[in-house]
């Protein structure tokens, strides 16, 4: 029986030892940093909130639909980076943006508006040095829906911001903070592509195994200190 455990013990723990390394390392970096700050929101610009009362005339919600042709599902009256826009949504997703005051539209938006927008959102020392219109082949860092401008900023942080080129949103902020938290959260749930999946086998079975090493350990814990045979100091072999 002592055999049997420490065999159990020696092999389950060459297994799953590494991974257990990673679990216990990442989950310490996790721990360590505010989510707040690994998500960026440090760097995000505090808005003045627009007043209507000073807007003037803007265009209704019906205007704003009419200069699209798919039916409209959701419309919202939003202030971007200082300028009224009405973003459309259709069937639930969006659709399109139309200048509030004008009554034009306005999206996809160009790379200028991108970096107004990105300009207004950043709070950070870093300018921007690159901006990229994405439509397929998005960076690992960026998972979201298509296409999207990246503005890639010169600061210590570097910074990525994503703005939706049919909403206006930045809808990523991501820094070299954030990349060492998604590389160790891929290594902590086991999901090296999508990073996104822990409901998986290979994770399950890790787990398992990690369980097992665990009691195997406590067996031998026990064995050490029980009793054997009336000789209750006896030395096992390592």
């Known amino acids: 029986m002592r055999k049997w455990w420490f065999s159990v013990h020696k092999w389950v723990g060459l297994i799953v030892g590494l991974q257990i390394l990673a679990w216990t390392a990442s989950g310490l970096f996790m721990t360590f940093f505010p989510i707040e700050q690994v998500r960026n929101e440090h760097n995000i610009r505090e808005a003045t909130p627009g007043d209507l009362h000073a807007a003037g005339n803007l265009i209704p919600a019906s205007q704003a639909i009419a200069q699209v042709t798919a039916p409209v599902s959701r419309a919202e009256l939003a202030d971007l980076a200082g300028k009224w826009v009405w973003r459309l949504e259709s069937k639930g997703k969006p659709y399109a943006l139309v200048d509030a005051t004008s009554g034009s539209l306005i999206s996809p938006l160009d790379e200028a508006a991108a970096r107004t927008i990105a300009t207004a959102d950043y709070s950070g020392k870093g300018r921007i040095v690159s901006a990229t219109l994405i439509e397929k082949d998005a960076p690992i860092e960026y998972r979201n829906t298509l296409p999207v401008w990246q503005l890639v900023l010169d600061d210590s942080e570097a910074t990525h911001l994503y703005v939706a080129p049919l909403t206006g949103k930045v809808v990523a902020r991501r ?63 390592e």
């Open 175 to 237: 820094s070299g903070l954030w990349r060492t938290y998604d590389f160790l959260w891929s290594l902590h749930i086991m999901d090296y592509s999508e990073r996104e999946n822990f409901n998986h086998w290979p994770i399950v079975i890790m787990s398992l195994l990690g369980l097992a090493l665990t009691i195997s350990g406590v067996g031998i814990l026990v064995i050490r200190f029980w009793p054997l045979g009336g000789r209750r100091h006896q030395s096992l072999p």
